[in-house]
């Protein structure tokens, strides 16, 4: 009889730590996920993508080749 109850004892310790651990890596990996989700929102809030630069890029050159063309017509109409 004790030795049934010493079995029994041992493997609820094993399968009690086995469940902690468990739970413990559960709610790490749920906090983690919490955080790449705010990471992903606050990259996405404080970066620009690379298209959206390249074409804000584009019409800053279109208005600097505007006003360059503008320049050069009017040093050709004083000349």
Do not use: C
């Amino acid at each position: 009889m004790p030795m049934e109850i010493l079995w029994s004892s041992a493997l609820t310790v094993v399968i009690a730590l086995v469940g902690w651990i468990l739970k413990s890596a559960y709610e790490e990996i749920t906090r983690l996920s919490i955080l790449l989700s705010r990471t992903r929102e606050e990259f996405a809030r404080d970066y620009a993508r690379r298209d959206e630069v390249n074409q804000a890029m584009a019409r800053v050159m279109d208005r600097l080749d505007t006003l360059d063309a503008k320049i050069d017509r009017l040093i050709e109409v004083r000349h």
